[in-house]
């Protein structure tokens, strides 16, 4: 679904955590990192867009998460040609996106990359609001200024009163969380296990492909002579 212009309606999303860190994810099988997003069907409106998309990337229900702003209007990219289907070409030009800023009212553990069988992402963490575009591909790193810097005026207010006393709940939080865990998954605190020549950055929690992690089907002697 395209407008006149060759632009496809998208939705962008922002996710904040209790303390304005954002939700930034790793493209599944590259090195890029970006913010959930994804087209607006025909007939959905730019919010039931979000909402799909929330569930489909990064796992969440509308339960999960508080509005607290979206972008006045719609932010445009062009894609190269170069990454445009060879039969779309002259047709389709780019995205053009309405930016939703959220809250999440769930918890960590909610968040889930392998919700449907198509996923986006293979890795994911919490980072300080201004992203490093750097990592984002090249084309889109103008909206994902225009966005932030649009939608930074709602951020939260984030109370640093009782830090200390938060952090020793947080600490016992995940201690308990932690045990209740164990032997299932390992230490809820381990590293990841990334894939080889994968550096992921720090805090960043890696979900491989399960068909990557079948061990390899055991055919010892069946062609012996």
Known sequence: MLDRDGFRPNVGIILLNQKNQVFWGKRIRTHSWQFPQGGIDRGESPEQAMFRELHEEVGLMPEHVRIVARTRDWLRYEVPERYIRRDARGHYKGQKQIWFLLQLTGHDWNLNLRATNHPEFDAWRWNEYW?????????????????????????????????????????RDHEHHAHDHEGEHGPYDAQPTSPAGLELPPGATFEPDPQALQPAPDVKGKHAP
Request: net charge positive.
């Open 131 to 171: 992203v490093p575009l750097d990592v984002v591909v090249e084309f889109k790193r103008g909206v994902y200024e225009m966005a932030l810097r649009e939608l930074a005026r709602y951020l939260p207010r984030y109370d640093h009163r009782n830090r200390y006393l938060r952090s020793g709940m947080r600490a």
